[in-house]
């Protein structure tokens, strides 16, 4: 019975696909689970465990140690928590009452919570707030931008790190790339519902072209989060 409505879940998800779900579910069924503590190589069994390849199950490990890597691994496993970032941090408390959430423990501008349609909430068509990940939250504040600047988000869409750096630039601008118009159109309307419209311009441009439209000395900072 689970075999079967896997299959008919597996039709509606993407078709064509229900012969993969079917072929290993009657697999599993006739020869049950493998025994993952039988693979002898430890990166091997950690490669199946986490679902990683096992060049960067090693890489990890090279880096960081066994332990570290491992705490790596298994955070992989565990579900995010819906993010936020609050654009006026005298509203922060308030903000949070209004939305039961937490405060972040990475980002001072952040909130998180278990789960929740934040985009549906009045505060984030009134741009009070706006989903962002708790670790890109803290690209802005290390540019250590003090207003003036001229800054290129080099692959910027959907723009929450453009507007984000937008809010601490006064008289300087954050010039934003993509190479789509729909996506550049996004980051504009992001930073219309964010108030920092004035502060963002976008432009249609391959990041790997930008000497060839913008002179050497045309920015003091540069982010690329390269896709």
């Given at each position: 019975?689970?075999?079967?409505?896997?299959?008919?879940?597996?039709?509606?998800?993407?078709?064509?696909?229900?012969?993969?779900?079917?072929?290993?579910?009657?697999?599993?069924l006739?020869?049950?689970?493998?025994?993952?503590?039988?693979?002898?190589?430890?990166?091997?069994?950690?490669?199946i465990?986490?679902?990683?390849?096992?060049?960067?199950?090693?890489?990890?490990?090279?880096?960081?140690?066994?332990?570290?890597?491992?705490?790596?691994?298994?955070?992989?496993?565990?579900?995010?928590?819906?993010?936020?970032?609050?654009?006026?941090?005298?509203?922060?408390?308030?903000?949070?009452?209004?939305?039961?959430?937490?405060?972040?423990?990475?980002?001072?501008?952040?909130?998180?919570?278990?789960?929740?349609?934040?985009?549906?909430?009045?505060?984030?068509?009134?741009?009070?707030?706006?989903?962002?990940?708790?670790?890109?939250?803290?690209?802005?504040?290390?540019?250590?931008?003090?207003?003036?600047?001229?800054?290129?988000?080099?692959?910027?869409?959907?723009?929450?790190?453009?507007?984000?750096?937008?809010?601490?630039?006064?008289?300087?601008?954050?010039?934003?790339?993509?190479?789509?118009?729909?996506?550049?159109?996004?980051?504009?309307?992001?930073a219309?519902?964010?108030?920092?419209?004035?502060?963002?311009?976008?432009?249609?441009?391959?990041?790997?072209?930008?000497?060839?439209?913008?002179?050497?000395?045309?920015?003091?900072?540069?982010?690329?989060?390269?896709?």
């Amino acid at each position: 019975a689970v075999d079967n409505e896997a299959v008919e879940l597996a039709k509606v998800r993407k078709k064509g696909s229900e012969k993969l779900v079917n072929a290993v579910l009657r697999r599993i069924l006739r020869e049950g689970w493998p025994d993952i503590a039988s693979i002898k190589r430890k990166n091997k069994r950690d490669s199946i465990a986490y679902s990683l390849p096992v060049w960067l199950v090693a890489k990890l490990k090279e880096e960081y140690g066994e332990e570290r890597a491992q705490a790596i691994f298994e955070s992989l496993l565990v579900r995010n928590k819906a993010s936020i970032r609050v654009t006026d941090l005298g509203r922060k408390e308030e903000i949070q009452v209004l939305l039961e959430a937490s405060a972040s423990s990475l980002s001072v501008s952040g909130l998180v919570k278990e789960q929740g349609h934040f985009a549906g909430h009045d505060l984030f068509s009134e741009g009070a707030i706006t989903i962002q990940d708790e670790s890109s939250q803290l690209v802005a504040p290390t540019l250590d931008l003090q207003g003036d600047e001229q800054v290129l988000d080099a692959c910027a869409a959907p723009g929450g790190k453009t507007a984000h750096i937008a809010s601490y630039l006064t008289t300087g601008q954050v010039t934003a790339l993509d190479l789509y118009d729909h996506k550049l159109d996004l980051i504009q309307e992001n930073a219309q519902r964010l108030g920092v419209a004035d502060r963002v311009q976008t432009q249609k441009l391959d990041a790997r072209k930008v000497h060839e439209f913008f002179g050497q000395d045309s920015f003091e900072k540069i982010l690329v989060d390269a896709p």
